[in-house]
């Protein structure tokens, strides 16, 4: 009996794995037509949606003169000093002060540097010493022997006449004498040998009076001249060598660099890496600057000797500053294809530092008056993010429409406009890449 009810009762499981699968299947198809709907919804709303720009309204043309300096080159490349100098020392020392310091503005002769001197003026008192012992001996030879020294030598003569005229006598009785017999012949010979060195020092000391009555030759004054001009030469440079312990500034100027401390050895030779400093600081006059370009052989004819131009740095983009080309390299860069040209900065300020990049916008010359009337011709003047190779974009009932123009360079004022725009249109600045003539677009207030 049992059995038979179990058999009669309903099995609600076997129906249910076909249910989830179709309710499972209907959510999934759900699902997916929402997404589809919405893609769909994206993408219709962005094929129709307006592309946001900015626009600026064109000016109405104006001359050409009116139109702003007309740039025909624009170079890169950095600001240097035009004078740079690296300040060495003449002579060999310790440091025993220095007074400056990177970026010390300083004047020309201000002291920079003092080096130990002690050797050095040791060597002016030994020099100074030498000249006076000179200068003295000059003197002595000059002003001669004195009187005393003279009347000294004349009575030397006349006490050897005096002894002279003795021996003349001895020797007269001596000959009677001995021709009589009674002296002998070794006595005679005696006298005569006495009276022979009498004659001799007679003469001697004749000679001796003549040369202290005729003074000192003149090869021994030319000589003694010589040796004080030539000590007095020494003690010159040994000054020198003194007066070089203490280095100055050789131009008025800011010092760019500082290579010394306290206690290190200056040398004027060799210079190691790591031993004796070569020179003591780096300076520059930073009121004489140039910006140095490397201009392109192509764009070279493009420039006069003298040619004019706007200087502006990264840093400072809205100071711009006069120059002028001031140097032109003789010799062209093979491997680079350029020309060095180094452009005068007129009226630099403290704004500017060395090794700063810099733009140049070189200045068209403006025509010579021929004395012939010539209609003036007529330009528009546009921002330069507007210009998208040979066309613009004007707004033009809600649409970005395309417009072909026609260049004539740029200025300080931005580009110029020879043909396509006549004044007065919505121009698009700095319009998307990807906008296409047509397309829908917003005005951005």
Do not use: C
């Not at 020309?108 to 003092?114: D, I």
């Amino acid at each position: 009996m049992e059995l038979e009810l179990r058999n009669l009762k309903i099995d609600r499981t076997s129906r249910r794995p076909k249910e989830s699968k179709w309710l499972f299947n209907l959510i999934a198809i759900a699902v997916l037509a929402g997404i589809a709907a919405v893609g769909a919804l994206l993408l219709y709303n962005k094929l129709t949606s307006a592309t946001v720009v900015q626009v600026v309204q064109v000016q109405s043309p104006v001359n050409v003169s009116a139109a702003g300096d007309q740039v025909i080159l624009s170079a890169t490349g950095y600001i240097i000093a035009a004078h740079k100098i690296e300040v060495a020392s003449k002579v060999n020392g310790r440091v025993a002060w220095i007074g400056v310091d990177k970026g010390d503005k300083v004047k020309a002769g201000q002291v920079l540097v003092r080096l130990e001197d002690d050797e050095y003026r040791a060597q002016v008192t030994q020099q100074r010493g030498q000249l006076e012992n000179l200068k003295g001996r000059e003197l002595e030879i000059k002003n001669g022997n004195r009187p005393e020294e003279i009347e000294k030598a004349r009575y030397d003569v006349s006490q050897a006449k005096a002894d002279l005229d003795n021996a003349k006598v001895s020797l007269d009785r001596t000959k009677q004498l001995a021709e009589s017999g009674v002296f002998s012949k070794q006595s005679l010979d005696d006298a005569q040998a006495k009276y022979d060195n009498a004659v001799a020092k007679v003469a001697s000391l004749q000679r001796l009076l003549d040369l202290e009555v005729l003074g000192p030759r003149q090869e021994q004054t030319t000589q003694i001249v010589g040796q004080v001009e030539q000590a007095r030469g020494a003690l010159d440079y040994a000054q020198t060598q003194l007066d070089n312990t203490i280095i100055r500034a050789p131009i008025t100027g800011t010092i760019l660099d500082r290579n010394v401390e306290r206690g290190e050895f200056i040398t004027t030779g060799f210079v190691g890496d790591k031993g004796a400093k070569g020179y003591i600081v780096t300076m520059a006059d930073l009121n004489d600057l140039q910006v140095e370009l490397d201009i392109s052989q192509n764009d070279f004819p493009k420039l006069a000797p003298t040619q004019k131009g706007k200087i502006t740095t990264d840093a400072y983009p809205d100071i711009p500053y006069d120059g002028v080309i001031e140097q032109v390299s003789p010799e062209a860069d093979r491997a680079k294809a350029t020309v060095q040209v180094k452009v005068r900065v007129l009226k630099p300020d403290d704004k500017l530092r060395p090794d700063m990049n810099a733009t140049v916008r070189f200045i068209s010359e403006a025509p010579k008056d021929s004395g012939a009337t010539i209609e003036p011709k007529q330009v528009v003047v546009i921002p330069a993010g507007a210009v998208q190779g040979d066309h613009v974009f004007v707004v033009l009932k809600g649409r970005a429409v395309k417009r072909a123009v026609t260049t004539g360079g740029s200025s300080d004022k931005g580009v110029i406009v020879n043909t396509g725009l006549f004044g007065g249109e919505d121009l698009i600045v700095s319009p998307p890449a990807s906008l296409k003539d047509g397309e829908r677009v917003e005005v951005k207030q």
